[in-house]
């Protein structure tokens, strides 16, 4: 689906289509396109002259956010979150074409961001003829809505797997620790080259007018905010990774504890049972009436002083 936006939203099939029946005015002009396919990339190709390699980043789903300087536009790539599952999250890329008359963006499957801003254009939000970098910040403003939504659900997560750890370790929990820490080590991933890229976009008074300067000097602070707490997300899940392993010990040394004590309560009764075992005829207590009881009732007022001692010393 291709979507041409000046003042109004306009729907074509293909890129040479929307050309040939949207609007012809020197207006500026956002055109999305969903799923694009090789016609509409040599199109575009031809008729905006994009270098092969910004075409090739698309073609092939380049997964890195950047930015690239060409005389006459710049490329950019971005890397915006498309929601969760129960253990993962999933992400979508954005790639923007954009110079100071248009802003062309191209991305697979439905992205939320974009269809939200069409969503406000429908609504009557003037976006679009404001200019190509007010569009481009709208764009930039809902991925990092976006991303703060993703941190607030991991530090969710692991407030939850770090609670679960204190009380009841088992192998499910280390799991999900791992899940977790791969989605901050891939959040990561995404929003560190996302910092180069917003001081790169504000050092070029070409792309952004001094009107909304102010507006990406705020999304730059946002993404080192988002930085910020992924490295306290990293910080807090090495924590409870460490507070598993911590109360894993802890209830193997337990363990331990309980079967040593068992082991020392034993150890004199083997030694009784092991002496009368040995069959010699001159045993005087083998012939004695009460022998039998005699040595139940050795055995087990030997066993209580032992735990009546384990329990003074605080061991059991």
Not at 124 to 153: M, P
Request: glycine share 2%; with cysteine; charged share 20%.
């Amino acid at each position: 689906m291709i979507t041409y936006i000046n003042n109004k939203i306009h729907e074509f099939n293909d890129v040479e289509e929307a050309f040939s029946k949207a609007p012809t005015t020197d207006e500026i002009f956002w055109l999305n396109i969903n799923n694009p396919s090789e016609e509409d990339f040599k199109f575009l190709k031809n008729k905006f002259n994009f270098h092969h390699l910004t075409i090739e980043d698309c073609v092939n789903k380049s997964k890195r956010c950047k930015i690239n300087d060409y005389k006459s536009y710049h490329f950019l790539i971005l890397v915006t979150s498309d929601g969760h599952t129960k253990n993962a999250f999933s992400y979508n890329n954005v790639y923007v074409y954009i110079s100071s008359g248009y802003i062309i963006t191209i991305h697979y499957g439905e992205n939320k961001i974009v269809k939200k801003i069409m969503k406000a254009i429908n609504n009557g939000l003037n976006i679009v003829s404001n200019g190509s970098d007010f569009v481009l910040y709208h764009i930039l403003d809902e991925a990092l809505d976006q991303l703060f939504t993703v941190t607030d659900k991991v530090e969710e997560k692991i407030n939850a797997l770090e609670e679960e750890s204190m009380n009841n370790p088992v192998q499910n929990t280390l799991n999900n620790i791992m899940l977790v820490k791969k989605s901050v080590i891939k959040l990561r991933r995404v929003v560190s080259p996302l910092r180069e890229v917003l001081n790169t976009l504000l050092r070029h008074d070409d792309i952004i007018t001094e009107k909304y300067r102010i507006y990406f000097s705020d999304i730059y602070d946002h993404v080192l905010r988002i930085y910020d707490l992924i490295e306290s997300d990293h910080e807090m899940v090495t924590s409870c990774l460490e507070l598993y392993s911590s109360q894993l010990s802890n209830s193997m040394n337990k363990i331990m504890k309980f079967l040593t004590i068992i082991t020392t309560v034993m150890m004199p009764l083997t030694i009784i049972t092991g002496i009368y075992g040995m069959n010699f005829q001159n045993m005087p207590e083998l012939n004695a009436r009460y022998s039998y009881f005699i040595t139940l009732f050795i055995m087990f007022f030997i066993s209580l002083l032992e735990i009546l001692f384990f329990k003074k010393k605080k061991w059991l």
